[in-house]
């Protein structure tokens, strides 16, 4: 009986075996046999929250089951189901992240915005303002000294006053006075980033980047059409968490206008160019011999294009300096920008000391990004102020410096000029030498600027043959003439302006081709010298061209 039990036991595990072998299930099972066993030992309790069912959400469709506030969230695949109540909930405005700019996180800034354009608060309205909290610009705090802003940031409890500098404190008292809910107003130019969003650069940094610097979303800039150099103002926000810089939170003007009047504004590159007709007087006192040397022999219109050709150490820089308070006491309505590229820091203080204009400046020691920068800042906002019909004057020094930096930062194409200049690199500054012109509907973008000749480099005279068919008036500068202490240095014979009939009297026009036969073959330094002797003894040029015999 034993023996028999056990054939039967040995068959029946042969039979089990055979049949999982070959797939087939036996309903008969062991005792001890339980595939589960080691799943119920490692399967958790129903306590535990992270193997909790999560709600099914994909990217633009929003939660399945879920409220709609966690469906772009980045974070809910780690977080519980938040709600299981059929309650719907009104998503948050999208936020604007702020790419990366000068060092910090692309989540540094964010904003919200409506549909106006405008920066709204995220938690509530705007908040109740102290009525003993002061109303601060930015532009008045960047033209106070350094004694008032550390008075005014002492009264408002800023801390560490005398080891912070002037753009850091500017920021400070911002921020200080933020904190009472005072309101804050900012004005700046734009610059327009790559990635389509703005700052409001400041000419008192030479729209150098800066601490306080006011932030435009894309959709305000979108709104309003609003273009690298636009003149823009309004209320401006505190930067929040994590937040760097602060941000416009409603536009009030574009360029001095109301907001309105841009949509009616004509590109700048619509805008129809005609010869320079109006003429700008540069006459002033009878003692100033060379703005009335300028004025007879090189007349300078209303959107000129003009060049100034110069060896070194020839005075162009003090030409400049007269020609540009010659035009701004006879043309006060002109807005003049005097642009300096790769100058001596010297040079750049006694421009500022000396012309009662708008002095923007890049120094040698600054590095080709920052001269290719400022350049493109300022012939941008002299577009934007032509396209409202406005006169504007760039005095330039120099355009082959400029040229220069261009050069560099272009890529290598293969193609390679003599000197050293590659092919492409001369199209930018063309575009800026270019942008000079008289506007038929109204405004005006004269520029002037230098071009430097014999400095012994190749590439100096490369730039020079580039530009020189460009301009419609050239004035040259010699070297014989400032050996002979004979200022101003002008060479007579090789400068002129185009179409110059445009601009002189008809009567004035013959009496100047006169004056130019009887000194045609002169040697420059006598024609000068005979030029300057007959218009020292005669107080104005009209009376000097009258004793001419036509």
């Not at 308070?325 to 750049?348: A, G, Q």
């Not at 500022?352 to 012939?379: G, L, W």
């Not at 036969?517 to 010298?529: C, D, H, S, T």
């Amino acid at each position: 009986m034993e023996r028999s039990a056990e054939e039967k036991e040995r068959k029946h595990r042969s039979a089990s075996s055979e049949g999982q072998a070959g797939g087939i299930r036996s309903d008969k099972r062991p005792e001890y046999y339980d595939p589960l066993a080691n799943e119920r030992e490692r399967r958790p309790s129903d306590s535990d929250s992270r193997y909790k069912r999560r709600p099914y959400h994909r990217r633009g469709y929003g939660n399945r089951g879920g409220s709609m506030e966690h469906a772009n969230d980045p974070a809910n695949s780690v977080q519980p189901h938040p709600s299981s109540s059929n309650e719907s909930i009104k998503p948050k405005p999208e936020s604007e992240a702020l790419p990366p700019q000068q060092g910090q996180h692309a989540q540094q800034i964010q904003q919200g915005e409506d549909k106006n354009g405008q920066d709204n608060f995220r938690n509530g309205d705007m908040p109740i303002r102290d009525k003993t909290a002061p109303s601060l610009n930015i532009t008045e705090l960047q033209e106070k000294g350094m004694e008032d802003l550390a008075k005014m940031g002492s009264e408002l409890g800023v801390e560490g006053i005398g080891a912070l500098e002037k753009s850091v404190l500017i920021f400070e008292i911002l921020k200080a006075n933020a904190e009472k809910n005072g309101l804050m107003y900012g004005s700046g130019y734009l610059e327009v980033l790559t990635d389509g969003f703005g700052f409001l650069r400041s000419p008192s940094y030479c729209y150098l980047p800066s601490p306080e610097d006011i932030y435009l979303s894309p959709s305000q800039i979108r709104r309003f059409s609003l273009k690298t150099g636009d003149y823009v103002a309004g209320q401006i926000r505190p930067p929040r968490e994590k937040e760097r810089f602060f941000a416009m939170l409603k536009v009030e003007s574009i360029n001095h206008e109301a907001t309105e009047k841009k949509k009616e504004i004509i590109p700048f590159e619509s805008l129809v160019p005609y010869f320079p007709t109006k003429r700008f007087i540069l006459e002033r006192e009878p003692e100033e011999i060379a703005t009335r040397v300028v004025d007879i022999i090189t007349p300078i219109g209303k959107g000129q294009r003009g060049l100034i050709v110069a060896q070194p150490r020839t005075g162009k820089t003090v030409l400049l300096q007269k020609i540009a308070n010659s035009i701004l006491k006879n043309s006060p309505e002109t807005y003049m920008i005097v642009l300096l590229i790769d100058e001596r820091p010297e040079e750049v203080t006694d421009m500022k000391r000396y012309v009662n204009a708008e002095v923007v400046s890049s120094t040698f020691d600054e590095p080709p990004e920052r001269h290719v920068q400022v350049a493109e800042m300022v012939i941008e906002k002299a577009k934007r102020m032509v396209e409202y019909k406005k006169d504007v004057v760039i005095l330039l020094d120099s355009i082959t410096r400029l040229a220069r930096a261009y050069n560099t930062l272009q890529p290598h194409s293969g193609k390679i000029l003599s000197g050293g200049v590659d092919a492409n690199a001369l199209h930018k500054p063309k575009r800026f030498f270019g942008a000079a012109r008289n506007i038929e509907t109204g405004g005006s973008l004269t520029i002037i600027a230098t071009a430097l000749i014999d400095t012994g480099s190749r590439m100096d005279e490369v730039i020079f043959e580039e530009f020189k068919g460009t301009g419609n008036m050239e004035l040259h500068l010699d070297r014989h003439l400032v050996d002979r202490r004979i200022y101003p240095a002008i060479n007579i014979e090789k400068s002129g302006t185009r179409k110059e009939e445009l601009l002189l009297h008809p009567d004035e026009l013959q009496r100047v081709w006169t004056l130019r036969k009887a000194m045609n073959g002169v040697p420059p330094v006598e024609a000068m010298e005979l030029l300057i002797g007959k218009l020292k003894k005669i107080k104005t040029n009209i009376e000097f061209l009258m004793t001419l015999q036509v």
